[in-house]
């Protein structure tokens, strides 16, 4: 952490973000009350943490400009090239732009579409200089990223407890996202427990524990030969039955896409969660491994069409330069990014926001008239 970094109140523990809600003459004492009164309150701390991580999402560029390292070193070229832009050379210079989108793994149509969207602003006299082709790239990257995804708010509703299902193939981070998520809801005031519906690999149930104690979680029930959906089932039960826990937070084991019968057990469980509380789960989000580029479209496909997803985890965005990919998922699938993974410890998991991931990829130049819903 920066040395001036915004630290959480010394004597009531606000989050920095929540420190403004002091009230000049408000005493802690006040503070510490209202956080009583919210803690009893299970819509209000919900409502609350969707709000808080967006306006996190936001304000916390370095860490995410560290995550993209590799993507902007991919993407240096982009600079380089609209310096030397001409009007006479706009065709040599939206190929070129073109080529290093694509290599970078935003996809072909994406690619395309940013590059058609350029070309028709400049047609029409709108663009005069290579500072003005960043901007409209730029501005066509986050357009698709909110037109296409729509709001990448976590949306936890207003019963408690929220619930969420983390799906995805094998190995992507699905057990290391729950952990993160799990200490970001503890850090808020909010009771996680976690349900492991990892019933296939032999050590997942330890994992997921250790994942636990880290964040200071309760684990639900599991039982060694037990169905993922019962597993599950049961532990939204628990957590309904203790009244105190705000999120339920369920693993799931990795599968492939191609798996009819695998995929089948994974609507039964989203099915079975469904069945115990009206409204869970409140979100299913499919955890996607950064590194395997366009091959995430496929999967993100498969597993939208089986479990209905309602966002996306990108994560190893810090080991890879093909993180662009997820534009063409979201473009693809309607569906928005809601987290991304930039390391392995329980802090490197980033709120998104599709203006600080593009200012990231391509820094130094402002953003005109963009509002993020
Ligand atoms: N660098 C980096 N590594 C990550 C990130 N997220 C997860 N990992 C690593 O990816 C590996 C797999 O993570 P898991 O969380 O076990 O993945 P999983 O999807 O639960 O795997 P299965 O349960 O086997 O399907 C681990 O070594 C993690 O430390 C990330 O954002 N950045
Ligand atoms: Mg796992």
Not at 282 to 301: F, K
Not at 307 to 326: E, F, I, P, Q, S
Request: glycine letters at 10%; one cysteine or more; charged letters at 25%.
């Amino acid at each position: 952490m920066q040395s001036g970094a915004p630290q959480r109140c010394g004597q009531c523990g606000a989050a920095p973000e929540l420190q403004p809600l002091h009230a000049p003459r408000a005493t802690h004492r006040r503070a510490r009350e209202s956080t009583r009164v919210k803690a009893e309150s299970g819509a209000s701390v919900l409502r609350k943490i969707g709000r808080v991580f967006k306006e996190k999402a936001q304000v916390d560029f370095d860490r995410i400009f560290k995550g993209t390292t590799k993507m902007r070193e991919k993407l240096g070229v982009v600079d380089e090239l609209l310096t030397y832009w001409t009007l006479e050379g706009t065709e040599d210079t939206l190929e070129a732009l073109e080529e290093s989108l694509i290599m970078a793994d935003f996809g072909p149509k994406v690619s395309l579409q940013v590059c058609d969207d350029i070309r028709e602003k400049i047609l029409a006299g709108k663009i005069q200089s290579g500072d003005d082709i960043l901007v409209e790239l730029k501005s066509a990257i986050v357009d698709t990223l909110i037109q296409k995804g729509g709001s990448t708010e976590l949306k936890l509703g207003d019963d408690k407890p929220s619930v969420l299902l983390i799906v995805g193939v094998n190995g992507g981070g699905k057990t290391t996202t729950i952990g993160k998520l799990s200490h970001r809801f503890s850090q808020e005031g909010a009771k996680v427990m976690l349900g492991c519906g990892d019933t296939f690999r032999a050590a997942a149930f330890e994992q997921l524990k250790k994942w636990c104690d880290r964040s200071g979680a309760q684990m639900g029930p599991f039982e060694e030969g037990s169905r993922p959906s019962k597993i599950l089932y049961k532990t939204v039960e628990q957590a309904m039955k203790a009244g105190d826990i705000d999120i339920v937070i369920c693993d799931t084991s990795g599968r492939l896409h191609t798996n009819y019968g695998l995929m089948e057990e994974l609507k039964k469980c989203r099915r079975v969660l469904g069945n115990k509380m009206p409204n869970a789960p409140n979100e299913v989000l499919l955890v996607l491994d950064g590194t395997t580029g366009l091959n995430m479209l496929n999967q993100a496909r498969e597993f939208h069409e089986f479990v209905g997803l309602t966002g996306l985890v990108l994560t190893k965005l810090d080991g890879t330069a093909r993180g662009g990919a997820v534009v063409s998922v979201v473009n693809e699938i309607g569906v928005p990014v809601k987290f991304v993974g930039v390391g392995e410890t329980l802090q490197d998991l980033q709120a998104f926001d599709p203006v600080t991931f593009v200012d990231a990829l391509f820094p130094a130049k402002e953003m005109a008239g963009i509002t993020v819903p």
